[in-house]
């Protein structure tokens, strides 16, 4: 009877383990499948208007916004003004965050997304005061020309607030998208300068180094103005850096001692490709560089 009641025990416990353990589980199915779901109704809601009619406020005449198969837009406007709003408000629909971030790197403002992780890299380059200088840049703008930046400003605005909610990566970083400035064009300029240029001006200060210890011919050698591959489009071109034919006292001439090496060896150039005239279909050839750019 004793060993009877014991598996009966025993039985009952392992019937409340499993019930327990699949009640765990149906639980973190609806779970994931709650939260996959609320995620993705976040995401989807984020995603730009592709088909139907918009009515943007400050548009002159009727402007069409088309895409190919690829969702490459293609912009047809009566005068540049209105192309520039559609254009703000493409970029902002698909790109805003992107944008937000081109301009809070170049006016050193990071950390005001991403908190203290950011704020040594905010340092470095608050020393340029490229938003002053983007301010200021602006208020000089010709009148068409300021007529057209905030008539992109105004679609860039109004792309973002037609979003159904923000941006997915302002959920993941429980922040609220601040809305575009006609300085922020230009910050996004300077923000793509820091990425061709040294933001703490290294070159030039190693340029200024090597123009005052060596003679003109020599720093004239290391520092040309240009070579054979500046080809410039009215078919002029430098001519060749010729190598100086007395070397500087105290320069060896031995090539270990003038070896130094590089900091950072990964340092990759521009992508760049060409396409011979036979497979085009004009017959021509085609040639690009620095697509991203």
Do not use: C
Not at 54 to 76: C, H, M, Q, S, Y
Not at 101 to 107: I, P, V, Y
Not at 133 to 155: C, N, S
Not at 193 to 211: H, P
């Amino acid at each position: 009877m004793y060993s009877n009641n014991a598996k009966n025990k025993a039985t009952n416990i392992m019937i409340n383990i499993k019930f327990i353990l699949k009640s765990i589980a149906i639980l973190l199915v609806f779970v994931i499948a709650t939260g996959s779901a609320w995620l993705y109704s976040r995401i989807n809601s984020a995603l730009p208007q592709l088909d139907g009619k918009a009515t943007l406020f400050g548009l002159e005449e009727t402007t069409i916004v088309e895409r190919d198969e690829n969702g490459i837009a293609t912009i047809k406007a009566k005068n540049r003004n209105d192309a520039a709003m559609a254009l703000g408000f493409v970029h902002a629909q698909e790109r805003f965050f992107q944008m937000d971030l081109l301009r809070r790197n170049s006016a050193g403002e990071l950390s005001s997304l991403f908190g203290e992780i950011a704020i040594n890299r905010d340092k470095e380059i608050r020393i340029h005061r490229f938003r002053e200088r983007a301010r200021a840049m602006v208020a000089k703008l010709a009148p068409t020309e300021i007529a057209m930046l905030k008539a992109y400003t105004r679609g860039v605005n109004q792309g973002l607030s037609r979003l159904n909610v923000s941006p997915f990566e302002y959920n993941l970083l429980r922040q609220t998208p601040v809305e575009w400035r006609e300085e922020d064009t230009v910050l996004a300029v300077y923000s793509m300068y820091l990425d061709l240029q040294y933001a703490d001006g290294s070159r030039e200060l190693s340029l200024d180094v090597m123009n005052k210890a060596l003679p003109p011919e020599w720093f004239a050698f290391f520092n040309p103005k240009g070579s054979r591959w500046d080809a410039a489009i009215d078919g002029t071109s430098y001519a060749p850096s010729q190598l100086p034919n007395v070397v500087p006292e105290g320069l060896s001439t031995h090539s270990s001692s003038a070896y130094v090496p590089l900091e950072n060896p990964d340092f990759y150039g521009s992508n760049n490709w060409a396409v011979a005239g036979e497979i085009s279909s004009t017959g021509s050839a085609i040639v690009a560089n620095d697509m991203h750019l």
